[in-house]
């Protein structure tokens, strides 16, 4: 990476194992982490961290990431950062084009930047990143 700012990345997922594998895998490749474990944190760590990229787990407690996701898009302020949904909830019948659309039948609510299911393969997770935190 150059010697500008590093990408931060927030993380939401409510699996500690799952935060600790990602922020070790995204730090040991000059990103910078933040974590959430559910939608209501998320939000707040949203608006406080202003974030690069989102990755978002959608089986959560307390707000899911599918409402998370629904009210971080229809913020103005926040609807520009890109969204990775990182999740073993792979869709309707395992189709994970039907899950996408799924998240964005609300009205200006686009689909997610990007779409991995877990478990997660780390060289395309780490493209994924690369691309979408610009």
């Known amino acids: 990476m150059d010697a500008g700012p590093r990408k931060k990345v927030l993380i939401l997922d409510d699996e500690q194992s799952v935060v ?27 608006r ?3 974030p ?11 707000k899911s990431g599918v409402r998370f ?3 971080m898009k229809e913020d103005p302020q926040y609807a ?3 969204v990775l949904v990182v999740t073993a909830v792979t869709g309707y019948a395992g189709n994970p084009d039907e899950f996408r659309k799924f998240l964005s039948t609300r009205k200006q609510v ?8 877990k478990p997660i393969d780390q060289k395309e997770f780490l493209a994924a990143v690369a691309k979408l935190a610009g």
Do not use: H
């Open 48 to 50: 406080r961290e202003k």
């Open 69 to 71: 996701y629904r009210d």
């Open 110 to 117: 686009p689909p997610p930047d990007g779409f991995l299911s």
């Open 80 to 82: 520009g950062v890109p």
């Open 52 to 62: 690069d990229l989102v990755t978002l787990d959608i089986s959560m407690p307390e």
């Open 20 to 46: 600790t594998y990602l922020e070790t895998l995204l730090q040991d490749n000059g990103y910078e982490t933040v974590s959430a474990r559910n939608g209501e944190e998320g939000l707040e760590k949203l």
